[in-house]
């Protein structure tokens, strides 16, 4: 197996924190008490004994996360095409920037006089934000894209409320991340699903036939979540209006179309965007990510407080906004997440954000037409950032996607996403990012080739794969009907 | 530029295999009235050293930075963050890798998460945790929802009007969609929740108190859970301040059914509010009702311990609208720094913490006592305190501030009832020096 980086080494095992260290030890640098002990006046009723940590050493908890570390895959690893993620890579000085004294420092409760530097970043990047996707204006304090998905529909809500309507239902396209149809319900709609069309787009037919005055309107993905641009986008969204409802755009796949699509221009009213993904901040093995939102002007009174805004030179914090939908956040978001997008978006400037999202296209029609042969194309369509292909082809030698993308480990890459969008059956959907070169992707693409292959003439190295790995298939059936959840 | 990697002779290789003239052509099925007009108008990149003084300066725009201490506390807390735990967690394996979707491979994020479910449980005195919300505010809403979820029919939720005023908000904001009723409780003349009312209140699904409070008054959580499920609704405790905890029974002990709050304190830089940590733990009754992520313990095909990704059937990519939350992810690096900092701190450490964090809270709180300050609340309290003044104290604020010290935050823009009073916080960061100045100040 000389193809692909992946080659056996040394793993160190380590237990977990409370199978290790001895009562009395310690790794903190505890400060000294430079104040008299209170008398403590607290009823005894109401203390407590401390909870049951173990007591390790400054050497043990360094050994013990560096040995946890070896055990993972990032971006920094190696090649990562988790397609929807946006697994870029991550720049260092991003990460610099977010730690400046001053701004880590800085206390969210201060008042806007003793906090110009922070609410300057946070006012300059919904700017940018705004100029990146063509919309009005921008509230950054959603943590997540699925919290994004929540602000909009609650956005929804507060906008028919206001123009009294009532509304219960909203469209949703079955290529969805489940995270929509989910915020759409804890917001009090109904999902209604419309199937795509065999070449995996929106029916705009669905979508005229469904739209009808209890509902509220759509919330969709583009390019969607099969990597493909909607082009009948305006069509879908002018029949939205026509009817009185409103555009979600999830922007998740926002790094095919930088500097390319103006979403307003399409007829989005409202969109998020995931800073983790296309502005390359961390994703921090779960996060913490940002969503935030941007809007066209007649949704912007509903946005979250505070609105950021700039009077003269001076930047302020406003919370008198009688039609805002409320906080999402007890603060202003995951502000150090960003930051680091913003020191990226400077980074790049306009032109390096357009080239980024030619390029992200152009290594996935690469892989798309490099693995043509070897894997079945779910739609042949020209497409965006991503590719989606299935186990069509290996099935009848009784493999799977999920053996494949397993077998992919031991060849030291991180897998694409697997069994997603779920209109495609055994999908396989890879997203190479822009930040991948062409020897490497070249390497990806041998290695892929090389595993159906073996799918072929010896299908059990990868039923049995990952071999090499610290742990390999694990039962996650037995993990689900016995769940321990704490040791 | 730096992270795009490909040569023009490249980009022409590549373009030949796709069948494409020029980058261009890769967007041509693209109409154009969905087209973004002329080029991005967001400036030329910028260098990495013109960046770093770019951002040094917008952090000398922060007075902040040039504070020497800063009191106050509300939700965002200022604890020593020891080298060891900044270090480890940027390890890039930790920092660039994503959700856990493949457990072989993820094994160091997967047994990292499953520490920290366990010591967030240990230290809250609950049997199950999981892999975080987004801040403390947020995982206060998705508490409640779980209470109404388990509540089936009950559409009600008392909240103590002592809560962070904040996290009150959003639990406004996420509770307002559906037809759920939020009441707010009445804080007493001790500064706790009065319960008295809860036995007119139809249809309550939960009850939730914060302790230490938003005033940081301890409150009285064993009577409270008494109270509350004699009213048959969960009791939600909810926590801005996790130290409190080394040193306080647990919420779990005192008979709190779920219990969520900000661990910010534990590892993370301010960073004017976020990322926070929402910290979530329950009854193991519970358990498949919990929102957001959960890793669990499980077996490879040698029989290798092993974690996982576990009871997904709760969430949206296999459930969509009927998932317990819409939340897909957690803060992830921020749980694991958590836990690195608990590991840190490790048992008698988090006791030793908690005590220093508590004396000079005191020393502050008495030194102004004796310099003529009221107490507005006569009950205990951790790390925070609120007292009223009789002469105007936002001057004594002012010098102070001049000196560099950031003292207290007026009440009244939360809670206009309370007129000339002010939240404070110390926590182990501020010396007795600073202590001094202050009592000194008020004395002028």
């Known amino acids: 197996m000389t193809l692909g980086p992946g080659r056996t080494g040394l793993i160190l ?73 946006t697994m870029k890579y991550n720049p260092k000085i991003n990460e610099k920037m977010a730690a400046t004294p001053g701004i880590t420092a800085s206390h969210p409760l201060l008042g806007d006089e003793l906090s110009q530097g922070s609410l300057k970043i946070l006012f300059e990047l919904q700017n940018l934000l705004t100029s990146l996707t063509g919309m009005d204006k921008a509230c950054l304090q959603p943590s997540a894209g699925a919290q994004g998905e929540m602000a909009g529909m609650l956005i929804f809500a507060a906008y028919f409320r206001k123009i009294g309507e009532k509304r219960t239902k909203i469209l949703i396209p079955d290529t969805a991340h489940g995270t929509n149809p989910a915020s759409a319900a804890l917001c009090g709609f109904t999902p209604v699903s419309i199937k795509s069309k065999a070449d995996g787009t929106l029916d705009l037919q669905s979508v005229s036939e469904l739209m009808d005055e209890e509902t509220v309107g759509i919330m969709l993905t583009n390019p969607n979540t099969l990597g493909i641009f909607e082009e009948s986008i305006r069509e879908v969204t002018a029949c939205i209006h026509e009817k009185g409802g409103l555009v979600y755009g999830d922007g998740a796949n926002m790094n095919a179309v930088m500097g390319i699509v103006d979403f307003k221009r399409c007829g989005i009213d409202i969109m998020h965007l995931n800073l983790h993904k296309t502005f390359s901040t961390p994703h921090g093995g779960g996060g913490p990510g940002a969503g935030p939102i941007c809007v066209v002007e007649k949704l912007s009174p509903f946005l979250p407080v505070p609105h950021i805004v700039k009077n003269l030179e001076q930047y302020h914090l406003e919370y008198d906004c009688p039609d805002s939908i409320g906080k999402l956040h007890a603060f202003f978001g995951n502000f150090s997440v960003l930051v680091k997008a913003y020191s990226y978006i400077l980074s790049m400037g306009g032109k390096n954000l357009k080239k980024a999202s030619q390029l992200a296209v152009l290594n996935a029609n690469y892989v798309k037409e490099s693995l043509r042969d070897t894997l079945q194309l779910a739609y042949d369509m020209p497409c965006m950032h991503e590719c989606v292909f299935s186990d069509a082809l290996q099935q009848k030698h009784q493999i799977s996607t999920l053996d494949m993308a397993k077998r992919l480990i031991d060849y030291g890459y991180h897998p694409p996403t697997i069994y997603f969008p779920l209109v495609v059956q055994g999908a396989i959907m890879i997203e190479p990012t822009e930040t991948e070169n062409k020897q490497d992707l070249d390497q990806f693409i041998a290695v892929f080739k090389k595993v159906t292959d073996e799918a072929r003439e010896n299908g059990d190295i990868l039923r049995n794969a990952p071999a090499i790995t610290k742990v390999r298939r694990l039962d996650e059936t037995l993990a689900a009907r016995k769940p321990c959840l704490v040791g | 530029m730096r992270y795009l990697p490909h040569t023009d002779k490249e980009i022409e290789q590549m373009l030949s295999v796709t069948g494409h003239a020029h980058l261009e052509d890769l967007f041509s099925h693209i109409p154009d009235k969905c087209r973004y007009q002329g080029e991005l108008n967001i400036g030329s990149p910028i260098s990495e050293w013109a960046l770093t003084d770019y951002f040094k300066s917008l952090g000398e725009k922060n007075s902040v930075s040039s504070a020497k201490a800063v009191l106050l506390g509300a939700g965002s807390y200022s604890h020593f963050i020891p080298e060891i735990v900044s270090d480890l967690m940027s390890r890039s394996e930790f920092l660039t890798a994503y959700t856990p979707y493949q457990p072989e491979i993820s094994q160091g994020t997967l047994q990292g998460i499953f520490e920290y479910q366990t010591l967030t449980a240990r230290l809250l005195g609950m049997e199950v945790a999981n892999a975080s919300m987004y801040d403390g505010a947020s995982a206060l809403a998705e508490a409640l929802l779980m209470a109404i979820r388990i509540g089936r029919k009950k559409n009600t939720v008392a909240i103590s009007s002592s809560i962070h005023p904040h996290y009150r908000e959003v639990v406004k904001s996420y509770l307002q969609a559906e037809s759920f009723t939020v009441i707010e409780l009445k804080t007493d003349k001790k500064g706790r929740t009065d319960l008295s009312g809860l036995a007119d209140i139809d249809g309550l699904a939960a009850v939730a108190l914060q302790s230490p409070n938003f005033f940081g008054v301890i409150e009285e959580l064993q009577d409270a859970a008494t109270q509350i499920h004699d009213s048959k609704a969960l009791f939600v405790c909810c926590f801005s301040e996790p130290f409190s905890y080394g040193m306080l029974k647990s919420p779990g002990e005192s008979g709190a059914d779920i219990v969520c709050g900000e661990g910010q304190s534990f590892g993370m830089p301010q960073s004017f509010g976020g990322p926070g940590l929402g910290m979530f733990a329950s009854s193991k009754k519970y358990q498949r009702n919990l929102p957001g992520r959960l890793i669990g313990e499980t077996q490879d095909v040698d029989g290798r311990r092993g974690y996982v990704l576990t009871l997904s059937t709760r969430e949206q990519h296999i459930r969509r609208e009927k998932a317990t939350s819409n939340i897909c992810s957690n803060q992830g690096l921020c749980a694991l720094t958590a836990a690195a900092y608990m590991a840190t701190l490790g048992g008698t450490g988090i006791r030793e913490m908690a005590k220093l964090n508590f004396n000079k809270a005191e020393y502050l709180k008495n030194g102004l006592l004796a310099a003529g300050a009221n107490l507005l609340f006569d009950s205990p309290t951790f790390n925070e305190f609120t007292l009223s003044f009789d002469s105007d104290f936002s001057k004594t604020r002012s010098r102070l501030l001049e000196k560099g010290i950031i003292a207290g935050m007026e009440l009244s823009q939360f809670y206009p009832e309370y007129k000339d009073a002010y939240l404070f916080c110390v926590t182990e960061t501020a010396s007795k020096d600073t202590l001094d100045t202050v009592i000194q100040e008020v004395l002028l």
């Open chain 1, 13 to 85: 095992d380590e237990p977990l924190l409370w199978e290790k260290g001895k009562s009395g030890r310690t790794a903190f640098s505890m400060p000294d008490l430079d104040v008299p002990e209170a008398i403590t006046t607290i009823d005894k009723e109401l203390l407590g004994e401390g909870p049951d940590f173990p007591d390790l050493s400054e050497v043990d908890v360094v050994r013990h996360y560096t040995r946890l570390s070896t055990w993972n895959f990032g971006v920094d690893t190696g090649m990562y095409p988790l397609g929807s993620c």
